[in-house]
């Protein structure tokens, strides 16, 4: 029971119920103590009446008269006159005086916490008003033991309705909580592990229906992360799938590519000029589609393979990227400009580098065709004491607002109609892998800059 909510919440109950009781307790024995006193004194002036009447009555009358009232003894005073009205002997003296004309609340507290802490038997003064104005003052001589006992059954009466009093609260209280917190909580709870079973299905994912305002929020900010998660396991599950047909298509395509490969090898033995200027550029071209072929099945059994880092000519691989471009524009208006220092190297894997220029170049020259107007690419190189940088620099329409916000993830940020994506989150992957970063710097209708940062610690000389 103390482990579960609606355990604890029971118990808590009975105990802020029954400590709300004590606190009504201290001051309701008060006011018992407080009666009790009144009642006697007036039971005191109802007897002393006997005497008013008749100003001699016989011993025995006496006696039974003060018995019935309770006291040992009647003072009355009236025009400023006081009176013995009825007397017996006292058994001990008096041991202290309580007036109750006109007490203090605390002081009833007090005086009443005190009789049920003293348990010896006592002789006290009361002072009080008469009733119905029988005189300035009356006054009688009791013992404390039968009002000691008299509070005593009083306050454990007291104390017995408080306990049934709180026990029956605590568990309409406790019904309460199981209809309209625990069960709902079970609810999402039983949602939470039909999900978990199979986060996959949508069907799974939990309709917020509380009533209560902080759980149907709970539920919502659930059916959020739920629609999320399944979302993202559809995602993944689909470039899984991607990847195996991916990695079926690389393995048939690279041994394609293995027989073209051999053929150029005859091509570069032609003695036309013109076939030995551009069978060196065929060759290069198929022996990249080759590593590409076999890195992407490297990729379908684990990660991207880590960077093989070294010193490479940036100019040679900015080149090798336009040339391949310029190829691919054909005859459309779009030229092509580089800004390389001479000798310049960087610490780079050369054919992952070669890859993502390669990337955000022919992203910028579709994005240009696409429009029907002419335009610029350029390719500059710029060094700081602790990067090198690659900045590309187009006049396209800019990106999408869409591929702005997932720029860099796989099949979100595509710019183009059609587009998967994935040339951006591939070419941001590799840079990573440099221990570098891809960043856009701009993009707007008067075209897009990205900046390739490839960081110089630790680079070899």
């Given amino acids: 029971m103390l482990n579960s909510l609606s355990g604890r919440f029971l118990i808590l109950t009975t105990i ?11 001051p309701s024995v008060a006011r018992f103590r407080e009666d009790y006193f009144l009642l006697r004194l007036e039971r005191a002036q109802i007897a002393s009446l006997a005497l008013l009447a008749n100003d001699m009555i016989d011993m025995e009358l006496e006696e039974e008269l003060l018995t019935n009232a309770g006291v040992f003894n009647v003072v009355l005073r009236r025009d400023e006159v006081r009176q013995l009205v009825l007397s017996s002997p006292i058994p001990a003296p008096i041991y202290d005086t309580f007036d109750m004309r006109d007490p203090g609340a605390f002081t009833l507290i007090g005086d009443a916490m005190m ?14 008003n008469p009733v119905q104005d029988g005189g300035l003052l009356i006054e009688v001589t009791i013992e ?22 709180s026990i029956f609260t605590a568990i309409l209280l406790f019904g309460a909580v199981q209809i309209f917190l625990v069960k709902p909580i079970k609810g999402v709870v039983n949602h939470m592990q039909s999900y978990a079973a199979a ?7 939990i309709t917020p229906s509380a009533g209560v305002t902080e759980l149907r929020e709970a539920e919502e900010a659930l059916l959020s992360l739920q629609t999320q998660l399944t979302g993202a396991l559809k995602q993944k599950e689909r470039l899984a799938q991607l990847g195996g047909a991916v990695s079926k298509i690389s393995h048939d395509l690279r041994n394609i590519l ?34 590409l072929c076999e890195s992407t099945l490297a990729f379908g059994r684990a990660e991207e393979p880590p960077p ?41 894997d050369g054919e992952q580098l070669y890859r993502v220029i390669s990337n955000l170049v022919r992203n910028a020259r579709q994005a240009i065709i696409a429009t029907g107007n002419p335009g610029e690419i350029c390719i500059r190189a710029d060094e700081d004491d602790t990067n090198w940088w690659v900045f590309l620099t187009d006049t396209g329409p800019g990106l999408p607002k869409k591929a702005q916000d997932h720029i860099f993830k796989p099949f979100q940020g595509g710019a183009t109609k059609g587009g998967s994506g994935l040339g951006l989150a591939i070419a941001a992957d590799l840079i990573r892998g440099h221990g570098g970063r891809l960043e856009l710097r701009r993009t707007d ?17």
């Fill in 258 to 291: 293995t027989s073209a490969q051999l053929f150029t090898d005859r091509i570069e033995g032609s003695d036309d000029p013109l076939v030995k200027r551009m069978a060196p550029k065929l060759v290069g071209s198929i022996t990249r589609a080759v590593n």
């Fill in 445 to 461: 209708e008067t075209g897009t800059e990205f900046a390739i940062g490839l960081p110089k610690d630790g680079a070899p000389d």
């Fill in 16 to 26: 802020f119920v029954m400590l709300a009781e004590v606190l009504i307790f201290v």
């Fill in 308 to 348: 093989a880092l070294a010193r490479v000519g940036l100019a040679g691989i900015v080149a090798d990227v336009i040339d391949s471009e310029r190829l691919a524009a054909g005859d459309f208006d779009l030229s092509f400009s580089e800004d390389i220092p001479a000798g310049m190297t960087v610490r780079a």
């Fill in 144 to 165: 404390t033991a039968p009002l000691r006992a008299a509070m005593i059954e009083y306050g454990i009466n007291i104390l017995l309705l408080s306990a049934i009093i």
């Fill in 115 to 128: 009789r049920l802490w003293d348990t010896e038997d006592r002789i006290i003064r009361v002072i009080g």
């Fill in 199 to 205: 986060p996959e299905d949508a069907h799974q994912i």
